[in-house]
């Protein structure tokens, strides 16, 4: 006769009346939501460190500093990668043609001294009648070179750098990044593969945490029903007890509850309140807002992988009150030649034959009201695009990124700190302010950023 052997589960009812099981539905939910909240700022730290300056293609500006006197080749080389990827990146390359001629071996074919004036002003210099200038002219389709308020040790350290690279492979046969990629220069594509792996594994751990949550749950639910039958087996419950596994939840009592309509009431009474003033201090305010364009300009194509810089098209965004716009002309040094059977590339043809400006759409516009200086912030301050027009790089239609509010700017004064080196004007500013505020950051504000009359007047 085989051997059985039984097991008898006993539940003390005073201490266990299934009441502890809400409880802990509860605390699960909580803990899901939680660990849901931290995901969520997570992601929007990465977001928002993807769109800080340092970490995107930065537009610098279309004059860079030259190498100190007596600096080694190294400066000069560094100094002239930077004014050769601000200037000459657009339409030319070191050893393949682009829009231009390639650049290698320019100081085999022509010397310093008719290389410093072409550079300045070729205009001048094909109008001069030099037969090596005019045949350039020619070749390529009489397109003219703009000029360049270089200075002649600027100009060297360009072809300090073009001879630097002569000979090298270019990325793309390298088998590397192109050389218009953002990855290329910056490591911003390695940021972004980054930022998208830790977003991949924070919603794998999500799916994990509600598939757990779930079968907790279910478990929960099976256990409970268990316990019931258990206890309905015994023979010494109380009515009490009787009452507490056969009582059943009355959902139309629930529903008939003042409590439950009062909260009801109450909740959708604060959302038409939030909705109403969020819309009332939304008035005049224009974030995200893109509009369709009369050309199809892509700026993740142009900044972004070509990463023209954008003094070349905005050619006073360093040295004026306003970005302007570009005229068709500046698009026409590279579309005299690229993509001129583009349907979106004939609208520009159209528009000089018509000698009409291309009615491009405004979207970043302050009210009159409020002074503005972009090259105050962009040249002074030395502010990178992104920092007020966001992943620019990134945008096939622009939209505008920040609020452009009264508050967003006075923040932004309250917290930049004011560049003030190589600068004498500040210098005596700088030890008033360390005198009084020691160990506190020389800010916009502290300058008197946060005036009215700074930007009312």
Request: proline share 5%.
């Amino acid at each position: 006769m085989p051997l059985v052997f039984r097991f008898t589960i006993y539940f003390p009812m005073k201490s266990l009346r299934l009441r502890s099981l809400p409880h802990l539905l509860l605390a699960l939910v909580l803990t899901f939501a939680s660990v849901q909240q931290a995901a969520a700022q997570d992601a929007a730290t990465v977001k928002k460190e993807g769109v800080t300056p340092d970490a995107t293609a930065a537009a610098t500006p279309a004059t860079v500093a030259a190498p100190a006197a007596g600096g080694g080749d190294a400066a000069a080389i560094a100094a002239g990668d930077a004014l050769f990827k601000g200037n000459c990146a657009q339409c030319h390359a070191v050893n393949e043609q682009v829009v231009g001629p390639a650049l290698g071996g320019i100081t085999k074919r022509r010397p310093l001294s008719w290389i410093i004036p072409w550079i300045k002003n070729s205009s001048k210099v094909v109008a001069g009648g030099d037969d090596y200038a005019v045949a350039l002219y020619n070749k390529f389709n009489k397109q003219q070179m703009p000029s360049f308020a270089l200075s002649d040790k600027e100009i060297t350290s360009i072809v300090a750098y073009i001879t630097s690279e002569e000979g090298k492979p270019s990325a793309a046969t390298a088998g590397g990044p192109t050389a218009g990629s953002v990855g290329a220069t910056d490591g911003t594509a390695a940021a972004g593969a980054d930022g998208a792996g830790s977003g991949k594994y924070m919603d794998i751990l999500l799916i994990v945490l509600v598939v757990v949550l779930i079968v907790l749950v279910v478990t929960l639910i099976i256990i409970g029903n268990l316990m019931k039958d258990v206890l309905r087996g015994r023979k010494d419950l109380d009515g009490r007890d009787i009452e507490i596994l056969d009582q059943r939840f009355d959902w139309g009592k629930f529903y008939r509850s003042p409590m439950l309509r009062g909260i009801v009431g109450t909740v959708f009474a604060l959302v038409l309140l939030y909705e109403g003033v969020q819309s009332v201090m939304a008035v005049g305010l224009t974030q995200g807002y893109q509009p369709t364009q009369p050309i199809a300009f892509s700026h993740k194509l142009h900044a972004g992988e070509h990463q023209i810089n954008c003094a070349y098209c905005h050619t006073s965004v360093y040295k004026a009150k306003s970005a302007n716009i570009p005229s068709a002309n500046i698009c026409m040094n590279c579309h005299a030649q690229i993509k001129t059977e583009s349907p979106e590339i004939k609208k520009i043809y159209r528009a000089i034959e018509r000698k009409q400006p291309i009615q491009w759409v405004r979207i970043h516009n302050l009210p009159d009201l409020a002074y503005f200086n972009h090259s105050q912030h962009t040249q002074v301050a030395g502010l990178q695009c992104q920092t007020c027009h966001g992943p620019i790089q990134n945008m096939e239609v622009v939209y505008q990124y920040s609020a452009l509010t009264m508050g967003w700017c006075i923040n932004c004064h309250r917290e930049m700190p004011l560049n003030t080196k190589d600068n004498k004007y500040y210098d005596n500013l700088v030890k008033l302010h360390d005198t009084k505020n020691a160990g506190a950051p020389f800010t916009v504000s502290s300058n008197g950023g946060t005036e009215c009359s700074k930007c009312h007047y």
